[in-house]
Nanobody, 115 residues
């Protein structure tokens, strides 16, 4: 069955960096569009970044453009989100998501950016 496992979150100082990972299994990872979402405290779910099957097509929310980079490794079936210059408003639970026959979500990983 499809499984997504997010990891890599933690507490980081303002301006710091983190790299999130999402390990995928149970489906043909290389052919599916993948996305990162986040939900901050008291906020709605927000699409952060997406990446096409070939890893070339990438899109970002305006709030993270220029600071975050999405990538994928189809050899080890892993999705990444490199986050630089973290701000307080980046504090959220981050989720990876795929839509195959239906949508699947990872369990989420908490990112807290604080001074």
């Amino acid at each position: 069955q499809v499984q997504l496992v997010d990891s890599g979150g933690g507490l980081v100082q303002l301006g710091g960096v983190l790299r999130l990972s999402c390990t995928a299994s149970g489906f043909a990872f290389s052919i599916y569009f993948m996305k990162w979402y986040r939900q901050g405290p008291g906020k709605e779910v927000e699409l952060v970044a997406s990446i096409g099957s070939g890893g070339i097509s990438k899109n970002y929310a305006g709030t993270v453009q220029g600071r975050f980079t999405i990538s994928r490794d189809t050899v080890i079936n892993t999705l990444y989100l490199q986050m630089n210059s973290l701000r307080p408003e980046d504090t959220a639970v981050y989720y990876c998501r795929v839509y195959t026959s239906r949508q699947y979500w990872g369990p989420g990983t908490q990112v807290t950016a604080s001074s």
